[in-house]
């Protein structure tokens, strides 16, 4: 069974592997996911909505007002959690007001919450808006989706909107400082552990260097059937290679780890 949508602005906290206890913070609709790709293993499902431009969604949209006053009141509360976790029922850097919500969210983690960090969860495609940009910085843990090093990959594994160019994504990430990347593998159809799945991919990883990478698997159900999971063993032997043949810190994710 695929999971739910989430209903409010804040969920959680959620148990993460890579981030501790995680409140996350939902920007897009409770009733539908509004996202820029259609990834073929999302485990809320097929996007119904693709876009890149979510005004036109904009009265399903939480304001940011609304926003503001969720997170305010979770940050002084008893709630514990480590991390304020932009993520979500889709892209988080779609919604109109995503900058001013990032400037908003660090305030309020400074005055109520400094040892509580503040982390993204995106699929990277915001990234063509110069605010968005701007505020990656003062975002503690930036993580920024990255399943392919090829664009004929790229469209097959995450279903882009034809707004997204894949050449442009990856020179923005290149051009960002201090970031994380995100890449889920799979097996079966499509897939993107191939000898030259893997090449291109570790080619795209060295031009970018993030601080690390964090590589994991499929581990839940997915809307496509024709998918599988990638063990354990082989997400170890692709960060072992990975971080030779890069430098770049390679970090394996799966259960029990």
Request: proline share 7%; net charge positive.
């Amino acid at each position: 069974m695929l999971i739910p949508l989430q209903r409010e602005i804040l969920y959680g906290p959620v148990n993460s592997r890579r981030l501790g206890k995680s409140l996350g913070i939902n920007l897009m609709p409770s009733e539908y996911k509004l996202c820029s790709f259609n990834c073929v293993y999302c485990h809320y499902g097929w996007t119904r909505k693709p876009t890149m431009d979510t005004s036109k969604y904009i009265e399903d949209l939480p304001t940011f007002d609304h926003v503001v006053k969720a997170v305010d009141e979770a940050a002084k509360s008893s709630l514990q959690f480590d991390f304020l976790t932009f993520s979500g029922n889709g892209e988080p850097t779609l919604h109109p007001r995503f900058a001013e919500l990032v400037d908003e969210v660090v305030a309020i983690r400074n005055q109520h919450r400094p040892r509580v960090k503040v982390a993204l969860l995106s699929n990277s495609s915001g990234l063509v808006n110069p605010s968005v940009r701007e505020r990656i910085a003062k975002i503690d843990i930036p993580i920024f989706k990255l399943d392919a090093g090829s664009e004929r990959k790229f469209k097959l594994i995450n279903r882009p909107v034809k707004d997204v160019d894949f050449t442009e994504m990856l020179n923005l990430l290149c051009s960002l400082n201090d970031i994380y990347i995100q890449t889920i593998f799979i097996q079966g159809s499509p897939a993107n552990v191939s000898k030259e799945d893997l090449k291109a991919y570790f080619g795209q990883l060295q031009r970018i260097q993030p601080i690390e990478a964090q590589i994991y698997s499929i581990d839940r159900p997915v809307p496509k059937t024709q998918i599988a999971l990638v063990s354990p063993e082989r997400l170890k032997e692709i960060a072992s290679q990975g971080q030779r043949e890069t430098g770049v810190k390679i970090t394996p994710f799966f259960l029990g780890r």
